[in-house]
């Protein structure tokens, strides 16, 4: 159950923290008229398809108790602290920089 449920948390987490990177005021001064919301949504498909894949690639532990609830809250943090970054390397390859 604890399995299916961070399978189902993490995808929700990963959204909520790429929704609080779309509230800085982001330009492109390479490009002007770029597409912030294509951008932004282009990264979040990327970020999003990583993040299942590296969940995949998760062995599932024998791990049982609060020490690995412990341990299941940090690697969804991390996940969260991951997706973040990599939608800021996304948004930059790109040509945008956060004001």
Do not use: F, Y
């Amino acid at each position: 159950m604890t399995r299916l449920l961070s399978t189902n948390v993490l995808p929700l987490l990963i959204c909520a923290a790429l929704g609080a990177c779309a509230s800085p005021h982001w330009v492109n001064p390479k490009t002007p008229s770029a597409d912030l919301q294509a951008d932004l949504a282009a990264c979040e498909k990327d970020v999003m398809r990583t993040a299942r894949l590296e969940q995949r690639m998760t062995l599932p532990g024998g791990c049982a108790g609060a020490h690995c609830a412990a341990q299941e809250e940090q690697q969804r943090l991390q996940a969260t602290a991951g997706a973040v970054a990599a939608q800021k390397r996304c948004m930059a390859q790109r040509g945008w920089r956060q004001d």
